[in-house]
């Protein structure tokens, strides 16, 4: 073991010894660059394009590159990027993961490897976790890339389709993660080309790599239309559900979160909705709305999971504790919360397109990223995405001072030292970050804090609107801030005048969270570029990660060291070692859970691709469709011939074809049984298309304009591809959510899922040919048709 860790350690050295030489070659041209004047840097861009235009590879220009974009950020900004930036710059570059700590300019260490990359004019596009911070960094940087000769646009969710295709359009452009996914799934609804915003995706940069690739990788991005439901089904089963006891009717999983009936609880139901079996197979949609119910009420917590405004359930992203704008829980869980905490119900809506971020992000031709906390997951970094995770040495030492985790007993005794901790450092002055997990955290302790007299700001998912000038001032002498994960992305605490001799700033976690990356995130806001400042996390045994995976260990564990466990304080290094194991335990858990959402996604994906890239084609096409459709018309008669005619010639099905015939191509009056008889099966096809033919050189004849001709056949296409995609779709979404069932039959639910999906698939693209073949033959033509 201790000699993997060492090759490990080591290759992580030899790479940055690699990277250095490259550095080394940057800062060389750096009195070359000073030396010429604001003209001539400038037109260095244009001479770059030039050169890449000639056969030079961007690898081959990175030094000169990265040197003029350095100089000119010295000159427009005031900074000029350090060694250990080049060094993160290059490892962007080269489409790997840059692991830099809080404070050491990762916004800064971005702009030479995007200068370098928007040179090819295919576009740079770099991602921030929330709009804020995508028109912040536009703005401040926009000023050195315009200055150099590149466009800058900024893609945001209130933009109409010509800013959002001029933003696109940009040498570089700035957006969020889920603004880029849904664009891309809206370019593929759309039915005219000039609808299109998106260019192909070339290179991307990933701020706050982690909590976009990775927490957010659970959540597929999807994009609904209204289904018909009922909403009365959500209020019964609500009321149900509020009428159970724990443990007599139902129990809870807090491992896996998972909840169910009891025997008991199965008799009640039974006699509430006036039924012989609850699980009789008639009782499917039932059964769905009362495990809704059930979750709603009992695992959903209110200001942890989501929070309720103006008459609205809104979900609170747990990684970060901002609102979720925009989103709501699939599957009917949303409705189901909103009838728990009575507020309107909105109709159900269905899947009318879907991408997880994983899929979504590997059809970059490049892709990287920068975060302060990716180690703990470059397994998953490298599975998933093929990118190595490089840790960039600070540019200081660090000077931080992190503690050890206190051990509390109970969530009373807990508080009650985080206050008086809280208390003493605000009254020596000492500014003071304390970290909650939950919005309902967040708020007690707010009350508690007001009790002992301590003036504090709060920032969590209710007033986050604030959170700049929240940030902007908690470093400042005597400063309290309470803050949700939210504080920990993005954003930079600076140290006020003389806090430094305080101690700098005291960072007070109240509890562990799931993941050691966003705990990390939280420590990372003390100490930033060799400041001073100290860690703290408070622990009971009573805390949400303690009571799923750590209690029974640690009470074992305080046994052993002869501790009574009411009055129990601890601060051990074995504490934070059994926490950080069961923090593992969480991690490897949700791993699983992405890497199977991608599984299943990956089913999804080929299938995407197809219609997709088929969509693209009929809308590009400028000639004529024909070359398509008629391959069309060929084996859909071809099917029907060929299933008619099976055995003897005698007991063929002549009538069948007859009646296809008449229904799906010709008049009636225009074809009889004896057009087909005495013919071989190949013969009958020949005929039919002969036909077909006729048929299409009749609606060419209608419409003498070749245009409208297109026109009409892309009308016909798309109409029947859309409406069985999206059908196709939110059947694929019933299919995952029942075939976890087959488990129970021995069989593989993915397996299973990829099977059933791929037989499907075949089915929808038989309906869709046949359909078009239907609707083009059979159609009657207007003058006027529009897609």
């Given at each position: 073991m201790a000699n993997f860790l060492k090759q490990w350690v080591e290759s992580d050295k030899r790479e940055l010894k690699r990277l250095g030489h490259i550095a080394d070659r940057v800062e060389a041209r750096a009195d070359e660059m000073a030396a010429l004047t604001d003209d001539e840097l400038k037109?260095?861009?244009?001479?770059?394009?030039?050169?890449?235009k000639q056969g030079e590879t961007l690898d081959q220009l990175l030094p000169e590159a990265f040197a003029v974009s350095r100089e000119a950020a010295k000159r427009i900004l005031g900074l000029y990027p350090y060694r250990v930036q080049i060094i993160g710059g290059i490892v962007l570059h080269e489409g790997n993961i840059a692991e830099m700590r809080t404070g050491e300019g990762k916004t800064l260490t971005a702009t030479m490897p995007v200068y370098l990359n928007a040179i090819s004019g295919e576009g740079v596009h770099v991602v921030t976790v929330n709009e804020y911070l995508s028109e912040r960094d536009a703005t401040e940087m926009g000023e050195l890339y315009n200055w150099l000769g590149l466009t800058v646009g900024l893609n945001v969710s209130n933009k109409t389709p010509e800013?959002?295709?001029?933003?696109?359009?940009?040498?570089?452009?700035?957006?969020?993660?889920?603004?880029?996914?849904?664009?891309?799934?809206?370019?593929?609804?759309?039915?005219?080309?000039?609808?299109?915003?998106?260019?192909?995706?070339?290179?991307?940069?990933?701020?706050?790599?982690?909590?976009?690739?990775?927490?957010?990788?659970?959540?597929p991005l999807i994009i609904s239309g209204q289904a018909t439901g009922t909403t009365t089904l959500y209020t019964r089963t609500d009321r149900f559900a509020k009428t159970l006891v724990e443990e007599d009717d139902y129990k809870v999983d807090l491992e896996s979160k998972t909840i169910s009936l009891t025997e008991e609880g199965i008799r009640k139901g039974e006699k509430y909705f006036g039924l012989t079996n609850l699980y009789d197979p008639d009782n499917?949609?039932?059964?769905?709305?009362?495990d809704n119910a059930l979750r709603a009420n009992y695992i959903m917590l209110r200001d942890k999971d989501y929070v309720v405004k103006e008459g609205e359930v809104l979900i609170v992203d747990q990684f970060t504790g901002r609102i979720m704008d925009g989103r709501r829980y699939s599957d009917g869980l949303h409705q189901a919360i909103e009838a728990k905490e009575h507020v309107d119900i909105e109709e159900e809506t269905k899947t009318m397109a879907n991408i997880t971020y994983q899929n979504f992000f590997r059809m970059y031709k490049k892709l990287s990223g920068m975060t302060g906390t990716a180690k703990t997951e470059k397994e998953e970094f490298r599975e998933i995405y093929n990118m190595e995770v490089i840790s960039i040495p600070t540019n200081r030492p660090i000077l931080r001072d992190d503690r050890s985790d206190v051990l509390y007993p109970t969530l009373a005794s807990k508080f009650n030292a985080v206050v008086a901790d809280i208390k003493q450092r605000h009254e020596n002055g000492q500014p003071v970050l304390v970290g909650t997990v939950a919005v309902e955290t967040s708020e007690l302790l707010s009350e508690l804090l007001d009790q002992a007299g301590v003036p504090h700001a709060v920032l969590n998912a209710k007033n986050h609107a604030l959170e700049a000038e929240i940030i902007m001032n908690a470093g400042q002498r005597g400063a309290v801030t309470i803050a949700t994960n939210m504080a920990g992305r993005g954003t930079d605490i600076k140290l006020g005048p003389g806090v430094k001799d305080l101690g700098g700033l005291a960072v007070i976690g109240t509890e562990r969270h799931?993941?050691?990356?966003?705990?990390?995130?939280?420590?990372?806001?003390?100490?930033?570029?060799?400041?001073?400042?100290?860690?703290?996390?408070?622990?009971s045994l009573e805390d949400d990660l303690m009571l799923r995976f750590g209690s029974e260990r640690i009470k074992d564990f305080l046994e052993?060291?002869?501790?009574?466990?009411?009055?129990?304080?601890?601060?051990s290094n074995l504490i934070t070692k059994q926490v950080e194991s069961a923090q593992k335990r969480v991690e490897g858990n949700?791993?699983?859970?992405?890497?199977?959402?991608?599984?299943?996604?990956?089913?999804?994906?080929?299938?995407?691709?197809?219609?997709?890239?088929?969509?693209?084609?009929?809308?590009?096409?400028?000639?004529?469709?024909?070359?398509?459709?008629?391959?069309?018309?060929?084996?859909?008669?071809?099917?029907?011939?060929?299933?008619?005619?099976?055995?003897?010639?005698a007991n063929w099905d002549l009538q069948g074809i007859l009646d296809y015939a008449i229904a799906n191509m010709v008049n009636e009056d225009s074809i009889s049984l004896s057009d087909l008889t005495g013919k071989s099966a190949s013969e009958i096809t020949d005929y039919l298309m002969e036909r077909a033919q006729a048929n299409y050189a009749m609606k060419e004849k209608q419409l003498y304009d070749a245009s409208q001709m297109l026109e009409f056949e892309k009308v016909v296409i798309l109409r029947v591809v859309d409406n069985l995609w999206t059908e196709h779709i939110d059947e694929m979404d019933q299919l995952r959510q029942s075939i976890g069932l087959?488990?129970?039959?021995q069989l593989n639910?993915?397996?299973?899922?990829?099977?059933?999906?791929?037989?499907?698939?075949?089915q929808m693209v038989g309906t869709i040919e046949s359909d078009i073949t239907r609707l083009f033959l059979k159609a009657e033509i207007r003058q006027n048709i529009k897609r």
């Open positions: 037109a260095k861009t244009t001479e770059f394009k030039e050169r890449y800013e959002k295709r001029e933003a696109y359009n940009s040498d570089i452009t700035y957006s969020t993660n889920s603004e880029l996914g849904f664009d891309y799934l809206r370019d593929n609804m759309v039915v005219y080309r000039e609808d299109m915003v998106q260019r192909p995706l070339n290179f991307v940069i990933v701020d706050e790599v982690d909590s976009i690739l990775i927490d957010e990788a659970r959540t499917m949609a039932l059964n769905h709305h009362l799931e993941s050691r990356r966003i705990d990390n995130q939280l420590r990372g806001r003390a100490g930033r570029q060799g400041d001073p400042g100290l860690t703290q996390f408070y622990l052993k060291m002869k501790v009574a466990a009411d009055d129990a304080v601890i601060q949700n791993y699983d859970t992405r890497k199977q959402v991608l599984q299943y996604d990956d089913v999804m994906r080929e299938q995407r691709e197809i219609i997709y890239a088929q969509r693209q084609q009929v809308i590009m096409e400028e000639n004529s469709l024909k070359p398509v459709i008629m391959p069309i018309i060929e084996r859909t008669v071809g099917y029907v011939v060929k299933t008619h005619t099976q055995g003897e010639q087959r488990g129970y039959g639910p993915l397996v299973e899922y990829q099977a059933d999906g791929f037989r499907m698939f075949k």
